[in-house]
């Protein structure tokens, strides 16, 4: 069973870079893309991006310009830079498993436990 | 960017009744929409996939029905742990993957 745990600073300043980890736990590593989704307080879903062994990536075009994944496969591990943070990247970020490589089966499944980011001076 | 719809954005239900909660697309996503569930709290959780499959350990009460612009989650017999947000997202057309901006499920 595939198992999500992920971790990073909770706090930041303007300006500052985001940074998180997401550990993988058993299953495939390398036949999936792996997502970063955030939730602002109180509000909904927004997809970040989604990263694949092979480097492949895709961005959401909102945040494109800010964002950075990469991964660790010898660590079954995937990361999120996010730089330049205002308050409005104040949220939860989860980290999830998505689509297995050459498909278009986009659901995420499973799911990070989340970890809460807030943007202050 | 397809733009997901869903109402209501709350629902007032009452343990045993059927839930009924839609989610419309800005444009056709064939069948490629999934539900989740998300509870205070916690990270969401997938109960269907390709509009109507149930995911692994999913209780059969819930439903997912529809195609192209239109979806349906139903939930039959509501119980006390169903109580919570349920989002939708397509994955036809990416990036981005899109959600809807849920619908609150209350007593």
């Known amino acids: 069973q595939v198992q999500l745990q992920q971790w990073g600073a909770g706090l930041l300043k303007p300006s500052e870079t985001l940074s998180l980890t997401c550990a993988v736990y058993g299953g495939s590593f390398s036949g999936y893309y792996w997502s970063w989704i955030r939730q602002a307080p109180g509000k909904g879903l927004e997809w970040i991006a989604e990263?694949?062994?092979?480097?492949?990536?895709n961005y959401n075009p909102s945040l494109k310009s800010r964002v950075s994944l990469s991964m660790d496969t010898y660590k079954t591990q995937f990361f999120l830079n996010l730089n330049s943070v205002t308050a409005a990247d104040t949220a939860v970020y989860f980290c999830?498993?998505?689509?297995?490589?050459?498909?278009?089966?986009?659901?995420?499944?499973?799911w990070g436990q989340g970890t809460p980011v807030t943007v202050s001076s | 960017e397809i733009v997901m719809t869903q109402s209501p954005s709350t629902l007032f239900v009452s343990p045993g009744e059927r839930a009924t909660l839609s989610c419309r697309a800005s444009?056709?996503?064939?069948?490629?929409l999934a539900w989740y569930q998300q509870k205070p709290g916690q990270a969401p959780k997938l109960l269907i996939y390709?509009?109507?499959t149930r995911a692994t350990g999913i209780p059969a009460r819930f439903s997912g029905s529809g195609s192209a612009t239109e979806f349906t989650l139903t939930i039959g017999s509501l119980q006390s742990e169903d109580f919570a947000v349920y989002y939708c997202?397509?994955?036809?057309?990416?990036?981005?993957?899109?959600f809807g901006q849920g619908t609150k499920l209350e007593i």
């Open positions: 390709g509009a109507s």
């Open positions: 999830a498993r998505g689509r297995e490589v050459a498909t278009v089966n986009g659901w995420l499944d499973p």
């Open positions: 990263i694949s062994q092979s480097g492949s990536t």
């Open positions: 997202q397509q994955y036809h057309d990416w990036p981005p993957y899109t």
């Open positions: 444009q056709s996503v064939s069948r490629n």
